[in-house]
């Protein structure tokens, strides 16, 4: 037996030897739970909330946009101030003296250059190149540059390695020189950022103040790009976003991050804005399973959940509901006062229920109707027709879909984004719907009119129109909202349905191909204007999936593009939207996004509420303490300032 | 003994190959273009196209042998031999920064998480699978034996029951659902360990304890099983006849033939402790590797998929051949 029990003695002493080898990152003042693990903290290459929540800690833009100002105030960033021509086209930034990085050296404009550069070369994989392509010249640059990368690689197969190795090179002179040449970007001097656009870009500070725009610190990132001498393009070696190489502007940096386990960022002494820091080292554990988040933040391990996804997340909602029943008058006066939401909660009495807060998002779920005249396999398609993508988004109880199976108080959607999100924007109408019939009579009306659409498409008896198919991916839930809409259709207009749940890689490539004749999607804003969701539609754009294709939707947006009068534009985008959304139906809007944050308001402070779902977490302090101002943030509105 | 550790290991190679072929082929057959994200923005035409040519993702051919060359640590040969590696490093020491670090065994970078490599991804996710699987297994041979033994000793008792009963529950309780509650209890309720994470020791009690219980329900049912079987046979009336005390018949001699086929069992179980174990990974936020075999996939991940999956293969070869030599060594009829 003993011989038996030797190796199993051996093993247990080099698992103790293993573990205590692992320590752990020291308790940090603020510590909470991203919407998921980062997978980049290289600005220009990110996309996903998670890094860019991240990256807003650890760099800092031009400008910012202050999070806690109900209208997203434009406040200076690296920039001290700027000049904009009064078409929108020409951008002047000035750089603050103090800007520096995390080792000392000033940020200077040529690393804005050098950064958006990287942003606008194809091989860099940015998600977001098509934002810096407004830049006089720039799209024109990345198109140029994806051809003669191209060309190089056919030409390469020829070529000896030496051959290739001077190729190579010579080509990224020739793509550096013509960048320098044709794209409208210049660093006048060390501290002078200049740009033109190539159409009036009313919201391009807003974009400047997007973590994507972010400068990286050239003398470091460049030694990372290689040129590939079979492709010839740059490749980018990983690592040096990892510390302790990382160097950074913003008011942190990263002291720890390990795949899988968490991220520990520490206040960073060179950033000109320092002393407003109240909390000094910030800490993201990863955990993923929603259940274990919960219990995590019950336990006191973290304490700010960030996208509460747990089941019962419902009956916590409920729970906040009887909260504020219960203390109706005081809420209401604290309402009346002009406070906000976390201020509201910090003022009522002290209890667990209030933890969980609801909050609107500036995103839409919706249904894509595919908009081809035949499906990916040749059948004929019925959602081609505009009257039929029609009388199916009037027979839709969206009220039903939000109240019996979203239950976490989404709002009814008409839109394709919420109304009221945007300054300076009135949304359309929006098509009518079951829910908005008030008797039977009104109801019947809605259905009638929607079966006479059909009759019109030639679909006199919708009994025996093709089967319907709804496309949605077997992750996230999305699964009853499916049934619902099926259910739906079929009670309405009598049709035919069949759910199409696809694995998500399969979905998505349905999406693509437009293999789908209906499909669950959704988008978050990027940006405040609404081109960020308008865009999608565009003939051609890489993100229309509906394939839908309208000359004059198009051109009503190159309309808008090309005026420079702010309020006509918005005008034309109205009509726009209009038109999407009553008469051609792309995609029938659902619902409104609703996010949900766990946090206990009498703890911390400096969490904003706006729909944009955007944190600057340095602005986050910890209650009681003992560091920082210790006192509640409110959130300001315009007309308090 | 010698020989046939010799002949595993010559056979190593060939396995790898096959397992790669088959794993490659069926990964690229997997729908989806690897570059796409399954939410948000998409990188457009061009991007994709130039990261296709990069990663050598247009040709099944191409990537087959570019990925075989640089995982078997063909490339960091040629590279060293060539002078290249030599020369980057003259390069970078110039300008007074450290070369990016190169790899012999390159297994590519990740698709999804932009900035690591599978290299860093598997080694820093190994050691904690392996650790948790490891641990598990202890505490299933302890649970298991002393449930096998109590239950034989007495078999069709309340005890024996009893521990029937609990590797019933512990072998149909899914692991979400114990470890939850495991959770709720252990570390909201009584606080007594940590709700996740890695790097304590007692952080690694409760998953390793979820993880472990299908486990012990099947040891203790093979214990069990043995025990009965040895108890009944003629050395242990001999045993008994010849005056020894009872749990020295008990421990000495029943126990040792009764637990040969635990052990036979404990190879393919510890390959599984070490890489089935994604739910309790999520639960307890655990950085495992058992979540990168479905998320790889899920993701098509291909560099990823490929990288876990030779290390795993590779492992598990190892493995096999360790319990072999266990087995012979502790029963010395095989040979």
């Given at each position: 037996m003993l011989k038996l029990i030797v190796p199993f003695v051996l093993l247990f002493a080099a698992i103790f030897a293993v573990v205590a080898s692992d320590q752990p990152d020291p308790p940090a003042d603020f510590t909470f739970i991203n919407r998921?693990?980062?997978?980049?903290?290289d600005p220009q290459r990110m996309s996903w909330m998670q890094d860019l929540r991240v990256a807003r800690l650890l760099f800092e833009p031009l400008v910012r946009l202050d999070v806690m100002t109900t209208d997203y105030q434009i406040v200076p960033g690296v920039a001290e101030r700027w000049e904009v021509s009064e078409d929108f086209k020409e951008y002047t930034f000035h750089l603050r003296?103090?800007?520096?990085?995390?080792?000392?050296e000033p940020v200077t404009a040529q690393q804005f250059v050098y950064s958006w550069k990287r942003a606008l070369?194809?091989?860099?994989?940015?998600?977001?190149t098509a934002l810096f392509?407004?830049?006089?010249?720039a799209k024109d640059f990345f198109e140029w540059r994806s051809e003669q990368t191209r060309q190089y690689s056919i030409r390469a197969r020829n070529l000896t390695t030496e051959e290739k190795r001077i190729e190579s090179q010579k080509l990224w002179d020739e793509a550096s020189a013509y960048f320098d040449e044709n794209?409208?970007?210049?660093?006048?001097?060390?501290h002078t950022l200049t740009m033109s656009l190539d159409a009036s870009t009313p919201y391009w500070l807003d974009l400047c103040s997007f973590i994507v725009f972010a400068p990286v610190y050239e003398p470091l990132v460049s030694q990372y790009e290689q040129i590939d001498?079979?492709?010839g393009m740059v490749r980018l070696q990983l690592g040096?976003?990892?510390?302790?190489?990382m160097i950074s502007n913003g008011p942190f940096v990263l002291e720890n991050w390990r795949f899988k386990r968490g991220l520990f960022l520490r206040s960073n002494?060179?950033?000109?804005?320092?002393?407003?820091?109240?909390?000094?080292t910030i800490a993201i554990p990863s955990v993923e399973d929603s259940n274990s988040q919960v219990l995590a933040f019950e336990s006191g391990?973290?304490?700010?959940?960030?996208d509460v996804n747990a089941d019962y997340r419902i009956q916590m909602l409920a729970d906040k509901q009887a909260f504020y029943d219960e203390n109706r008058e005081q809420y209401e006066k604290l309402k009346a006062e002009g406070l906000d939401q976390f201020a509201i909660d910090a003022a009522l009495?002290?209890?667990?229920?209030?933890n969980v807060h609801a909050l609107s998002a500036f995103g839409t779920y919706w249904y894509n109707f595919n908009?081809?005249?035949?499906?990916?396999?040749g059948r004929e398609n019925p959602f081609h027709d505009a009257r039929v993508r029609r009388a199916f988004a009037m027979c839709i109880d969206k009220q039903r879909i939000c109240d019996d199976?979203?239950?976490?108080?989404t709002p009814v959607a008409r839109n394709m984004f919420p109304p009221?999100?945007?300054?300076g924007y009135t949304s359309p109408k929006g098509l009518k719907c079951i829910?908005?019939?008030?008797t039977p009579a009104e109801k019947q009306a809605i259905i009638d009119e929607a079966k006479a659409l059909l009759k019109e498409a030639?679909?006199?008896?919708?009994?025996?129109?093709?089967r319907i198919e709804l496309l949605f991916n077997?992750?996230?839930?999305h699964g009853l909202v499916a049934q619902q809409l099926a259910k739906d259709w079929e009670e309405f207009l009598g049709v035919r349905t069949f759910l199409a749940q696809k694995e998500i890689k399969v979905y998505k490539d349905d999406l693509k191909k437009q293999n789908f004749m209906t499909g669950r999607a959704g988008w978050f804003a990027d940006?405040?204007?609404?081109t960020t969701f308008?865009?999608?539609?565009?003939?051609?754009?890489?993100?229309?999936d509906r394939a839908y294709s309208s000359p004059v939707y198009d051109g009503l947006l190159d309309q808008a593009k090309a005026e420079t009068d702010p309020e006509k534009r918005m005008a034309l985008l109205t009509e726009a939207e209009r038109i999407i959304m009553e008469?051609?139906?792309p995609l029938v809007p659902l619902y409104y996004y609703v996010n949900i944050y766990l946090f206990d308001p009498d703890e911390i402070t400096g969490i904003s509420n706006h729909p944009?779902?955007?944190?600057?977490?340095?602005?986050?302090d910890v209650l009681g303490?003992?560091?920082?101002?210790?006192e509640i943030k409110h959130i300001r509105n315009k007309d308090l300032n | 003994m010698l020989g046939l550790i010799l002949r595993r290991l010559l056979q190593l190679p060939v396995i790898i190959l096959v397992i790669y072929t088959i794993t490659l082929t069926l990964s690229w057959a997997?729908?989806?273009?690897?570059?796409?994200?399954?939410?948000?923005r998409q990188p457009s035409a061009e991007v994709i196209e130039a990261m296709k040519r990069q990663y050598k993702l247009d040709s099944f051919p191409a990537f087959y042998t570019s990925y075989l060359k640089s995982a078997t640590g063909i490339d960091y040969l040629n590279d060293t031999l060539s002078g290249k590696r030599a020369r980057d490093r003259e390069q970078a020491e110039a300008v007074g920064v450290a070369a990016p670090t190169t790899y012999v065994f390159n297994l590519g970078p990740s698709l999804q998480y932009n900035d690591w490599n599978v290299n860093e991804i598997v080694s820093d996710a190994l050691p904690v699978s392996v650790v948790l699987g490891l641990t598990a297994i202890l505490i299933a041979l302890v649970i298991g034996i002393t449930a096998g033994v109590v239950g034989a000793v007495k078999p069709n008792s309340a005890a024996d029951f009893a521990t029937l009963m609990v590797a019933l529950i512990g072998i149909s309780l899914p692991s979400f659902v114990v470890g939850t509650m495991l959770l709720l209890l252990f570390?909201?309720?009584?606080?007594?360990?940590?709700v996740g994470g890695w790097g304590t020791l007692s952080g690694l009690v409760l998953p390793a304890t979820t993880l472990s219980l299908p486990f012990a329900a099947y040891i203790a049912r093979l214990t069990r099983m043995g025990m009965i079987d040895a108890l009944s046979a003629d050395y242990i009336r001999t045993a008994r006849a010849k005056g020894l005390g009872e749990m020295t018949v008990l421990l000495k001699h029943a126990l040792k033939n009764a637990f040969l086929p635990v052990l036979s069992y404990l190879g393919p179980a510890t390959a599984y402790a070490m890489t089935g174990s994604f739910v309790i990974e999520k639960v307890f936020s655990i950085p495992g590797l058992g979540q990168h075999f479905v998320n790889g996939v899920l993701n098509k991940d291909l560099f990823l998929i490929m990288g876990v999956v030779l290390i795993f293969a590779t492992m598990l070869v190892l493995f096999n051949l360790a319990v072999d030599v266990l087995y012979r060594w502790v029963d010395p009829r095989i040979s």
């Open positions: 998921g693990d980062v997978t980049t903290l003296q103090d800007a520096k990085w995390s080792n000392g070369l194809p091989e860099t994989a940015a998600d977001y392509q407004i830049i006089d010249g794209v409208a970007l210049r660093a006048v001097d060390d001498p079979d492709t040096w976003t990892k510390p302790p190489l002494p060179q950033w000109w804005a320092k002393d407003t820091l109240d909390i000094e391990a973290v304490q700010w959940v960030s009495p002290d209890d667990p229920r209030k908009c081809k005249p035949t499906l990916a396999d199976v979203m239950r976490i108080g009221g999100a945007i300054a829910s908005d019939a008030n030639g679909y006199p008896n919708p009994a025996e129109m093709p077997s992750d996230g839930g940006y405040a204007d609404p308008l865009d999608l539609n565009r003939t051609g754009d890489g993100n229309n008469e051609d139906l944009r779902l955007q944190q600057d977490l340095f602005n986050i303490d003992g560091k920082g101002r210790d | 997997i729908p989806g273009n690897p570059l796409e994200k399954p939410e948000g570390a909201v309720i009584f606080p007594i360990f940590p």
